[in-house]
């Protein structure tokens, strides 16, 4: 193998620039040549290729977002696109891809390397911290420090007047960043998708608090909530519980912007070089993760989005925190 190529696709995580860097001076310590391609799946497609040295990825290691750019392709979803992704690859000599993402990109890199015969490892990218092989995904830290200190501030303008707050956070499918960061920012109640949301019960918390002249009251709200999100979930209350003054704050996409944690930076750079030297070593279609602190591999179609039961310990115990 003498030249390999690294695409971030999907969704950008704080952390990817790390693991872009670990994939170039991984490569190039090997006396590999590294391509890197712009704009996700798109740019592959479109063959937007970037020869990459040790100085292209100089000073990154801190930035969040991602230099390669990423999209969401429909293209690529297509015959016609994944056959002109292909072309351009042989094209350009690549021999091997790392991919930085999600699900999505999984799935597409197990059917590009299906179809082409060019191997592909991966390393998971995404802020919601649900995929299958690994502990933790590049981003997720960073994006649970992006909302405790959001509610930290919160917090205080809570207190200040007397305010109930309903703080909505990422989280379409899962609630990790909701369950810990509710439990790190202290919130009264978290609501997230895998547990159903009891508006009776809620208020009755509620009016607990208010007996104990609770000042104020910040609750978590994932995105995926089943009761469709903090805007929805702070007007049913309103209607049966108006002794705060209520408010909501929808935190969005700052949690996937920002400087990356030390714990990200290292997580990335573990991964990405890991994902290098394996792919390297002749192995293909796997994906590099961390569990126990140990990183391991997983066979890339099993490295998707997966259903895993939420931590009733830590339900159990922002419950008990919170009165």
Sequence with gaps: MKKIAVITSGGDAPGMNACIRAVVRTGIFHNLEVIGVRRGYEGLIDGDFLPMDSHSVSNIIQRGGTILKTSRSSRFMTGEGINKAIEMAKNAGIEG???????????????????????????????????????????????????????????????????????????????????????????????????STDISELIKHLEEGWKRHKSSVIIIVAEGDKEGGAFEVARKVKE?????????????????????????????????????????????????????????????????????DVNEDLIRISRMLST
Excluded at 98 to 121: H, Q, V, W, Y
Excluded at 248 to 269: E, K, N
Excluded at 290 to 308: E, G, M, S, W
């Design 97 to 195: 891809f790392i991919m930085i993402g999600g699900d999505g990109t999984f799935k597409g890199a197990n059917e590009f390397s299906r179809l082409s015969g060019i191997p592909c490892m991966g390393a998971p990218g995404t802020i919601d911290n649900d995929l299958y092989g690994t502990d933790f995904t590049i981003g997720y830290d960073t994006a649970l420090n992006t909302v405790i200190n959001a509610v930290d501030k919160i917090r205080d303008t809570a207190a200040s007047h007397s305010r109930l707050f309903f703080v909505e956070v990422m989280g379409r499918d899962a609630g990790f960043i909701a369950l810990n960061g509710g439990v790190g920012a202290g919130a009264e109640e978290i609501l997230i998708p895998e547990t």
């Design 240 to 308: 049966k519980f108006n002794h705060y003054d209520t408010r909501v704050t929808v935190i969005g996409h700052m949690q996937r912007g920002g400087s990356p944690t030390c714990f990200d930076r290292v997580l990335a750079s573990r991964l990405g070089a890991a994902a290098t030297e394996a792919l390297i070593q002749g192995k293909k279609n796997l994906v590099a993760g961390l569990v126990h602190n140990q990183v391991v591999f997983t066979p890339i179609d099993k490295a998707r989005k997966h259903k895993v």
